[in-house]
């Protein structure tokens, strides 16, 4: 265990989703991407994700690059299980475990290429404009495909339940991608 497992920081930030909290650690987690995790089946490769969903209030983790983005059940309060997630986080990072195995790694982000231009361009858009501004809001905005002028997204995070999803996806996303690539008709979330 080096210096910096033991000396780890973690301090927390609201979202816009009442449900969801980032929990912001002094450490890189994931250098690229994020990983998502909606249950505890699917957090097989992330020993970090399956102690978090021993708490049966976590319905959700996104690990990004700096980040857990924790979302609970919306009949638990935070003050119920705050200091146990706090206590799960540090613990694992005491113990030295890997957040994600390597063997399985299997981590969202947009590197991905087509060789279509418009799909380059929206990919360039969200990975430098909007993903990061999504991040700072514990969530994530992963492409999923764009097609006859419809591009397709998955909503991660803080952002996958948020009431405001919507709005920010129309408003926000939508209207940005719109003003620089005419050929967009809709953004939808998936």
């Known amino acids: 265990m080096d210096s910096q497992e033991k000396n780890l920081k973690v301090y927390t930030e609201g979202t816009p989703n009442p449900n969801a909290l980032k929990f912001v650690l002094d450490q890189t987690l994931l250098e690229t991407g994020s990983a998502s995790f909606t ?3 699917k957090a097989s490769n992330s020993p970090l994700a399956k102690k978090l969903f021993v708490l ?8 990004g690059r700096n980040f857990i983005t924790i979302t609970k059940d919306q009949n638990v309060i935070w003050d119920s299980i705050y200091g146990k997630i706090e206590d799960i986080i540090s613990k694992h990072f005491e113990s030295g475990e890997p957040i994600i195995t390597e063997s399985n790694q299997q ?3 947009n590197k991905k290429t087509t060789g279509d231009p418009v799909e380059e361009k929206i990919k360039e858009i ?6 990061p501004a999504v991040a700072s809001d ?3 905005i992963i492409f999923d495909s764009y097609k006859d002028g419809i591009l397709r997204l998955h ?4 952002c996958s339940s948020c009431p405001s999803s919507i ?7 939508e209207q ?10 809709e953004v939808i979330s998936i």
């Open 167 to 173: 709005m920010t996806l129309k408003v926000g996303v």
């Open 107 to 109: 981590t969202t982000d």
């Open 39 to 41: 249950n505890k089946e």
């Open 138 to 140: 514990g969530g994530d």
């Open 176 to 185: 940005m991608l719109k003003r620089q690539i005419p050929e967009l008709k």
């Open 126 to 131: 969200l990975d430098n404009q909007i993903r």
């Open 155 to 158: 909503l991660q995070g803080a």
């Open 56 to 63: 049966d209030s976590v319905k959700e983790i996104l690990i």
